[in-house]
């Protein structure tokens, strides 16, 4: 990655020709005076664990069943709402849908509360349950998965902006103008672009079914523009940062970023974190400065549950997008000892691992994380909100073994986050609730196989959850990628009405005239074709044996064709482009994903990347605190 010559970051930046900066905007005074004050975050201590146990039960492996589920029963009372009516009383999952439904169409009065949670850089062996050298470090994400479905092909994209893009609108890449080879597509400081505001994104569909809704977080879809954050997109309010990452105390801006003080041209820290409710009540959040990001968010995720469940708790549900920084790897990643109590255990067990420096601070990481999130979810459980719930929780793409400051792993799949194999792009994901009329006894504790990508969410929350319907409700569904799994994932897996259901049959992770990476369901096998893609490897467990050849692989050499059966290859190790049997197959996968390619892609008028003319940039980050602000870019409609 090229140093940007404006904007300097230390661990790397891009700077690709972009358009010209409009007339800027800044918050009004009055918003200083409404200002969030930063408070101590909730102590996290082992009774976060003690309390999560009792909300979701222990569990055990009893079974594994014909669709490929791993079922679990409870062995002390499964994690299940008694108030509730279960299926076998007569609330199936059909008929809860329907029944969802009509209270949705009166102001959605009884709808769910939806909370997704999603973890930044957490790759496939990072989380306790399908950890090879961490099954310590989420207990209380454990608990939940256990106790609710795992979904066990679920994928994301290979790195954060387009994995936000796609969660979001609910579409592919090629459809928004996200495409990239290997990392070019990513929000920095003074990014042009966004998704385009003819594409609704989530919250907005929530909000309009009612919803009470908030965004916390990392953004990274875009900023540059009034009109593409998060309170002009759905969230009634959001505190959080615009780009790829921050320094988890200070909040400086991804990569110790500095730029050019508007005053003396010497260079100046920047720093990204905003807080709002609308385009005049936002101000940068100088006084959260300090805040470690995991407890800043966490505490005002607890804040939004608490408040919601004295105000509005009868009448309304409420939306939250958690999106974690944890565990990007970014600098000053070490949380408080203070508020780790799990510490002196923690670098035991890792030494006892064996684990180098950097492994150990993602453990760290993590479990600081974990605790927060059980936290949250206690704080759910007392207010009553977590009866009518319902928990989602991804990552954003895979986990990256080159990391500076903390390594994530992918192991045994191959490749890394910034990267189209497996490694980059097949993430954890699960959802959870403890109410019967979501999560029937039948589906909770087992595995759901179904191929599923981030677009899948919108329909799924939407339509599944909430039980209403995007075409009914009046929204051009006509260029929407997201399917509903949702009675797919909490069906019997012992109903033959299931057993050989495939909802999705491809994905669509980048897709141009040139290049293309995408899965597809052909005669019960997933086969994967990358198209002048660049290669990668295999990086071990991340004992940081990882030397810098490996990591260089992940940069940007020679493209190469690839073609994998993923069912009966998931490690990627055969590659049958040139197999004579396959070309015939393989013929057909590139035509469809060129009649795709016709038919759907987004050609943007401009070049997406960094904004040419920028002083006047400068000057309103200086005159608000160094802090990212919007200045008022041309938008893409």
């Known amino acids: ?34 200002a969030s004050v930063w408070r101590r975050p909730l102590r996290r201590s082992v009774a ?175 900023h540059c523009h009034q009109d593409y954050l998060p309170w002009n997109r759905g969230a009634d309010t959001f505190l959080g940062y615009t780009g790829a990452g921050v320094t988890y105390d200070s909040h400086r801006a991804y990569g110790n970023a500095s730029y050019p003080n508007p005053s003396t041209g010497g260079p100046t820290e920047l720093f990204d974190m905003l807080d709002g409710r609308s385009s005049d009540d ?122 500076e400051h903390l390594v994530g792993d992918n192991h045994p799949l191959r490749g890394s986050k910034m990267t189209y194999f497996q490694g980059g792009l097949k993430v ?32 799924t929350i939407y339509e599944g959850v909430v039980g209403r319907s995007l075409d009914d409700d009046g929204y051009d569904t006509s260029t929407l990628d997201s399917l509903n799994h949702w009675q797919a994932i909490t069906a019997d897996p012992d109903d033959p009405q299931f057993a050989d259901s495939d909802v999705r049959d491809n994905i669509i992770f980048a897709l141009t005239n040139h290049y293309m990476t995408v899965i597809k369901r052909v005669g019960g096998s997933d086969i994967k074709v990358m198209k002048n893609m660049f290669n990668s490897s295999w990086f071990g467990d991340a004992k940081e044996t990882n030397n810098a050849m490996m990591c260089n692989q992940n940069m940007e050499f020679d493209e190469f064709n690839f073609m994998f059966n993923l069912t009966s290859d998931p490690m990627e190790r055969s590659n049958m482009w040139d197999h004579p049997e396959k070309q015939d197959q393989l013929n057909d996968l590139v035509d469809w994903a060129a009649e795709r390619y016709d038919d759907e892609y987004y050609h943007p008028p401009l070049v997406f990347g960094d904004e040419l003319e920028r002083d006047d940039i400068y000057t309103y980050f200086y005159g608000n605190d160094s802090f990212i602000v919007p200045w008022g870019c041309s938008t893409l409609e």
């Not at 565990?327 to 180098?356: F, I, R, S």
């Open 282 to 403: 936002w101000e940068p959040a100088t006084s959260m400065r300090g805040a470690y990001t995991t407890h800043l968010f966490t505490e005002r995720a607890v804040e939004h549950v608490e408040n919601h469940m004295e105000t509005e708790s009868s009448s309304r549900p409420m939306f939250m997008w958690l999106a974690f920084h944890a565990a990007h790897d970014d600098p000053d990643a070490h949380p408080p000892t203070a508020d780790l109590p799990q510490y002196d255990v923690l670098m035991k067990m890792t030494g006892d691992e064996g684990l180098g420096h950097k492994r150990v601070m993602a453990a760290l990481t993590l479990t600081d994380l974990d605790n927060s999130i059980g936290s949250l979810v206690a704080t759910m459980n007392t207010t009553g909100m977590l009866e009518n719930s319902v928990i989602i929780v991804n990552s954003d793409n895979g986990g990256d073994p080159c990391g």
């Open 48 to 222: 976060a664990v003690a309390a999560m146990a009792m909300v979701t039960g222990s569990v055990a492996l009893v079974r594994t069943n014909s669709m490929g589920r791993a079922a679990l029963a409870a062995s002390s009372g499964l994690a299940a709402s008694e108030s509730t009516p279960s299926p076998d009383s007569g609330l199936a999952v059909s008929n809860t849908n329907a029944a969802k439904a009509a209270a949705a169409s009166s102001g959605c009065d009884g709808c769910p509360s939806v909370i997704m949670i999603t973890l930044d850089d957490v790759g496939y062996n990072d989380l306790g349950y399908v950890s090879s050298d961490l099954p310590f470090v989420s207990p209380n994400l454990d608990q939940l998965a256990a106790n609710g479905v795992k979904l066990t092909e679920y994928y994301g994209q290979s790195i954060c902006t387009p994995a936000r893009t796609t969660l979001m609108s609910g579409k592919f890449v090629h459809r928004t103008g996200f495409n990239t080879q290997q990392g070019r597509i990513e929000i920095f400081p003074i990014s042009n672009y966004s998704v385009p505001l003819s594409h609704k994104l989530l919250p907005e569909y929530m909000q309009g079914a009612g919803y009470a809704t908030h965004v916390i977080g990392k953004w990274n879809i875009g």
């Open 1 to 34: 990655a090229e140093a940007d010559a404006h904007i300097a970051y230390t661990d790397g930046g891009r700077n690709v020709a972009g358009g010209a900066a409009a007339s800027p905007l800044t918050p009004t005074a009055a918003a200083a005076a409404s």
């Open 428 to 459: 954890p994901g699960f959802i959870y609730s403890p109410n019967k009329a979501y999560i029937p006894h039948q589906a909770r504790g087992t595995t759901y196989d179904g191929l599923m990508h981030h677009v899948d969410w919108v329909r």
